[in-house]
């Protein structure tokens, strides 16, 4: 049982690996559009505390369950610039909890996903399990860093395993104080 949901899970992520790629593929190729024409990317992607986000739905039936592999998945966001208040917001509203990874240093595939399904009258009535993903293509108009993905988990509520210490103070503390 512990070994289908380990299978499970890793299906989830490699289809999550895929469609960001796929993702990262088309951001790219929108700045490539931008660049030919001599412009610059649009204000809205490249404001400080703005994110270039995507929200993913898996839909889960017990059929889906039996078989290891989801059959219909949807784009609830795709693409969209949004501010750190709405991302924060976004975030709650669809579950997220959970980390792609242990640490924000795992690049550039990173995402956070619920581990939950939501329980919604779908999951009562007909027992769909829906699951969300949150794909970051940007941060501030540039690619997610490890500080960029440690202060995005911050602020949606979720921990790494290893998260990035902040830097302490660059002298020593040893030893007793001399100063009066």
């Not at 796929?22 to 990317?41: I, K």
């Not at 969209?80 to 709405?86: H, S």
């Not at 595939?109 to 329980?119: G, I, K, N, Q, T």
């Not at 999951?123 to 540039?142: R, T, W």
């Amino acid at each position: 049982m512990k070994h289908d949901a380990d299978r499970l899970r890793a299906e989830r992520a490699r289809s999550q690996d895929q469609h960001q790629a796929r993702q990262d593929q088309q951001a790219h190729q929108d700045l490539g559009f931008y660049q030919r024409l001599g412009l610059e990317m649009p204000e809205s992607t490249t404001a400080a505390n703005t994110f270039l986000i995507s929200i993913y739905c898996e839909r889960w039936t017990q059929d889906d369950l039996d078989r290891g592999q989801f059959s219909q998945g949807e784009a609830v966001i795709e693409r969209e610039a949004v501010d750190a208040d709405e991302l924060q917001r976004i975030a709650q509203d669809h579950g997220m909890d959970s980390p792609s990874a242990s640490d924000p240093r795992h690049q550039p595939y990173l995402w956070f996903s619920s581990s939950s399904p939501r329980e919604d009258q779908e999951y009562f009535e007909q027992g769909v399990h829906k699951y969300y993903s949150l794909h970051i293509h940007e941060a501030d108009g540039h690619r997610p860093q490890p500080t960029d993905w440690q202060r995005i988990a911050d602020l949606i509520g979720v921990r790494f395993d290893h998260p990035l210490q902040p830097q302490g103070p660059a002298h020593e503390t040893e030893g007793p104080d001399l100063c009066p």
